[in-house]
C-alpha cells in the first residue's frame, strides 16, 4: 500500500491534475486567551472540492489500483453523503474511471448537483422529498451494486483502511507548522478516517497530544440515546455500524454536540471573522470553544475543519431551512458569539 510519509512540497506553480493541490492547508487561529491558550483551526475545505476528504478518496483509489482491485476503465462504488464523493469524482475524472454514487436525499442539494457535475452517476436510496439519513439502507445497495458488475470497486470508506492512511500528512503538516507544540487535537468522528488517521501518525511524533472526538447527539459511536440529526457527513446513525477507523485506543475523551448548538457556531463564526464552516465543523468548534476557558496557559488546540460553509447556503446558513426543523436559536448564536468575543483576545484589527 502506497504511504504518504513525508508531508507534500509546496504547490508547483503549474500543475496538470487537480489531485496535485491536495494538502498544505492553512492554519488560523480563531482565538487566543488572556494566557496564551490558542485555538487553531486547520482549515482542510482549502483542498480542492472544498473538503478533507478527497485526501482518503485518492488514497483509496491509489490502494485499489496497487492491489489490482480496480482495472482501467473500471468503476468505483461509494456510499457517500457528499463530500467522498466529490473526492471519488475528481479522482475518477481524473484516471479514466465512471464513480457512482450512493446517495440520499439527507446529503447537501450543493454535494449532489457537483458530483454530478464532474460525471458520476448518482443512484438513490430514497424517494424525493425523505430527508432521513440512510446510511446502512446506501452501504448495502453499494455492495450490491459492486459485487454484481464486472471491474466495480466499492471503496467502501467507513472499513477501508487506506481512509485513515490518507490523512496521515495532515499530522505532517501540523508537526511542521507548529514545530511540534501541539498539544489537542480536536476533531468530527464518522468513519474516524480523519481524526484517527490524523491522530495516529501524530502520536508518533507528539506522544502527550490529546485526542478528543466530536459526533452530533443522536450518533452512537460514543453511546446512546440515538436519535436523528441533521450535521451531515458526520456521526454514525442508528442501524449503521460503527467505522473500522474508530480507534478507541487512541481516544482520550468523546463527545457529542446538538444540531442546535453546532449550526449557530458555524453561523456566528462566519458573521464575526468572515470565515465559513460546514455544519459539523461547527460542532468542532463549539466545543474546542468551550473548553478555551479552562485551558492550560501557552496551549495549542488544532481542530480540523473538514470542510467549509459554502456547500450548506440552502440548509445552515438558510433561516427558514432552520427554522422549519426548530434549529433556529438566537438565544445560542448569541451565546457563541459572546464567547468567541471573550476569547479573542487581540481585535483583528491589531493582529496584521
Request: negative net charge; proline residues 5%; hydrophobic residues 40%.
Amino acid at each position: 500500500m502506497s504511504h504518504p510519509d513525508t508531508p507534500p512540497p509546496h504547490h508547483p506553480p503549474v500543475v496538470r491534475r487537480v489531485c496535485e493541490l491536495i494538502g498544505g492547508t492553512p492554519l488560523f487561529e480563531l482565538c487566543r486567551t488572556e494566557s496564551d491558550a490558542r485555538l487553531l483551526l486547520k482549515l482542510e475545505q482549502c483542498n480542492p472540492t472544498g473538503t478533507a476528504k478527497i485526501r482518503m478518496a485518492l488514497q483509496m483509489v491509489l490502494d485499489a489500483e496497487e492491489r489490482g482491485l480496480l482495472r482501467p476503465g473500471g468503476r468505483i462504488i461509494e456510499s457517500t453523503s457528499g463530500n467522498t464523493g466529490l473526492g471519488l469524482a475528481v479522482v475518477a475524472a481524473e484516471r479514466g474511471y465512471t464513480f457512482t454514487a450512493v446517495v440520499d436525499h439527507h446529503a447537501s442539494k450543493d454535494k449532489l448537483r457537483a458530483m454530478k457535475a464532474m460525471g458520476a452517476e448518482l443512484v438513490y436510496v430514497a424517494a424525493e422529498g425523505d430527508e432521513d439519513l440512510a446510511t446502512a439502507a446506501r452501504e448495502e445497495l453499494a455492495e450490491r451494486m459492486a459485487t454484481e458488475s464486472d471491474n466495480a470497486y466499492f471503496t467502501e470508506q467507513h472499513n477501508n483502511r487506506a481512509n485513515g492512511l490518507g490523512y496521515h500528512p495532515v499530522a505532517h503538516e501540523l508537526h511542521a507548522a507548529l514545530d511540534g507544540r501541539i498539544d489537542v487535537l480536536i476533531g468530527a468522528v464518522g468513519t474516524g478516517g480523519g481524526l484517527f488517521g490524523t491522530g495516529s501518525e501524530l502520536r508518533r511524533t507528539v506522544p502527550e497530544v490529546r485526542i478528543v472526538g466530536v459526533e452530533p447527539k443522536g450518533s452512537i459511536a460514543f453511546g446512546p440515546p440515538a436519535h436523528d440529526y441533521h450535521q451531515s457527513g458526520t456521526g454514525t446513525p442508528e442501524g449503521a455500524t460503527i467505522g473500522a477507523m474508530v480507534d478507541y485506543s487512541l481516544l482520550d475523551e468523546g463527545v457529542k454536540v446538538g444540531d442546535v448548538e453546532a449550526f449557530a457556531t458555524a453561523r456566528t463564526v462566519a458573521r464575526s471573522t468572515g470565515l465559513m464552516l460546514g455544519g459539523s465543523a461547527g460542532g468542532v468548534v463549539y466545543e474546542a470553544l468551550t473548553r478555551m476557558s479552562s485551558s492550560a496557559p501557552g496551549t495549542t488546540t488544532v481542530a480540523l475543519v473538514n470542510d467549509g460553509g459554502e456547500k450548506y447556503l440552502d440548509t445552515v446558513f438558510d433561516d427558514d431551512w432552520m427554522s422549519a426543523r426548530g434549529l433556529l436559536s438566537p438565544d445560542v448564536e448569541r451565546e457563541v458569539d459572546e464567547l468567541l468575543a471573550k476569547l479573542r483576545r487581540v481585535a483583528p484589527e491589531a493582529q496584521g
